[in-house]
């Protein structure tokens, strides 16, 4: 919901750091993010948690960083583009998993087949419209955005994806109400996208 705002402090915060990795591949920052993620979900699973935490984290400055590091020195690719997305889902599924391992109880493993199933829906409800966007010359490109694709807003963006992950972490034995919070809140957006493209998407 606060991504588009809040890339700006990002993107100004990380580029310092950005311009002196003109050597590293902005993919190879990807794929070490995920690396970090997996990690982080590892550490869940153990119930390491503030160890999970600091990955946590770290995976989401890294998965900052790779695109400022690829705007930074005009390296950006579709495929860059890609495989940052399909990695981020990755650990997206993978953390709460983890903490899913870590805590195991049958009220958790209901919560969280409901919050990867909406996951999933919340998926094909922002890519399937990022698509129709780019078909209609309406993307990335024409909103001026720095995405590879346009992003499609919605009540749970990135920054919240950010927090709530973080209270999974911080609030382990609260964990089923934490999840069910989440998946609420990913279908209201799921629901706000619906509305959008009824309205803005009827004629051809």
């Not at 770290?58 to 860059?80: C, E, K, T």
């Not at 997305?85 to 953390?95: E, G």
């Not at 399937?128 to 499609?152: D, N």
């Amino acid at each position: 919901m606060f991504d588009n705002t809040l890339r700006v402090y990002k993107d100004d915060m990380l580029r310092p750091l950005a311009v002196q990795l003109r050597r590293v591949s902005p993919n190879a920052i990807t794929v070490l993010a995920m690396g970090v993620g997996m990690a982080a979900a590892g550490a869940a699973a153990l119930q390491w948690y503030w160890a999970a935490l600091g990955l946590w984290l770290l995976n989401r400055v890294l998965d900052g960083l790779d695109g400022v590091v690829a705007r930074a020195h005009d390296r950006q690719s579709d495929f860059g583009g890609y495989l940052d997305i399909v990695l981020d889902f990755a650990v997206y599924a993978a953390v709460p998993v983890g903490l899913y391992l870590g805590n195991q109880t049958s009220m958790n493993a209901l919560a969280l087949a409901f919050l990867l199933s909406s996951f999933y829906i919340n998926a094909a409800s922002w890519i399937y419209l990022s698509a129709i966007l780019e078909k209609r010359s309406a993307g990335a490109s024409a909103r001026g955005e720095v995405t590879t694709v346009a992003m499609p807003s919605g009540l749970v963006g990135g920054a919240e994806t950010v927090l709530f992950f973080c209270l999974f972490l911080l609030w382990p034995g609260a964990l089923f109400w934490l999840f069910a919070a989440m998946t609420v809140m990913v279908l209201l957006g799921v629901g706000q996208r619906l509305v959008w493209a009824r309205r803005n998407l009827t004629i051809s």
